[in-house]
Structures are given as structure tokens and as C-alpha cells.
């Protein structure tokens, strides 16, 4: 009890749901990637926001559309032996939301990155840590574009 005390004295406020724009209540996502885990996490958050995602732009009220949806890595550092030590991860989207008369959303571009050390000898664990990172990077920007959206 004094917990939520504390916070509510400090001005936290828990996020609630997502108020999207009405002009959105019916969106196609323009993209040449539906199978890009951007893809997949945007379409899902913007359907659980309450969004009709349809087939056809013929259908939508509103364009999300994903112009860029790059991802990948950098090394950092080598080895005296010349052999990565540590990288960089990267995920770069652009995106803009369009309605049949206006722009909602001008567009713009959200870039991730994340770094992690390499251990040639813990290879699958490495594998399995940058696919991690990788996830963790598209929810972050997923995030941002929602809050984005929600302030049109």
C-alpha cells in the first residue's frame, strides 16, 4: 500500500490502453516483408489496440506503410588474432501512416542498436543471445511507434 503511495505522490502513471486515431479503425500495412518480425509485432499491437487490419487498401481507411525494414550486425572489436570479439546489432524501420486525404504520420525512421561480446567457444549460446537481442530491439521500436501513433 505504501508502495502505490509513494508512486502516486511522484506522478507515475501507468500506461493504459493505446488511443489509436479513428481514422486508423481500418488499416493496411503496405510492406514487401509480411513475414519480418517487425511485420508480425506491429500488426498484432495494432489489432490488439482495438485496429481492423485488412487485406486491401481498397478496404482501409489508413496506409501503415513499412518503407524500410533492415536488420543486422557490425563487429565492434577484434582479437589480436584478428578475430571478433564483440558486435553490434542492429534493426533500422521507416514507416509512415497515410490516409486517403492527409498524412497522419510523416515518415520516419527508428534505429535499434544493442552490442554483446563473441565466444567462439559458446557459439549456439552466442546464436541464441543476438536472436534474443534482435527480438528485444523490434519490441522496443514497436513500442515507440505506438506511443507515436497514439499522439496523431
Known sequence: MLGLLLLAGCGFQMRGATSIPPEMARTYIDTGDRHSPFYQRVRRELASAGIDIVDSPLEATATF????????QRVLSVSARNVPTEFEVYYTVAYAVLTENESLLETRSQTLTRDYTWDETRVLGKE????????????????????????I
Open 65 to 72: 506503410s513499412v518503407v524500410s525494414d533492415i536488420t543486422g
Open 128 to 151: 541464441r543471445e543476438e536472436q534474443l537481442l534482435r527480438d528485444a530491439l523490434v519490441d522496443d521500436i514497436v513500442r515507440v511507434v505506438m506511443i507515436q501513433l497514439s499522439g
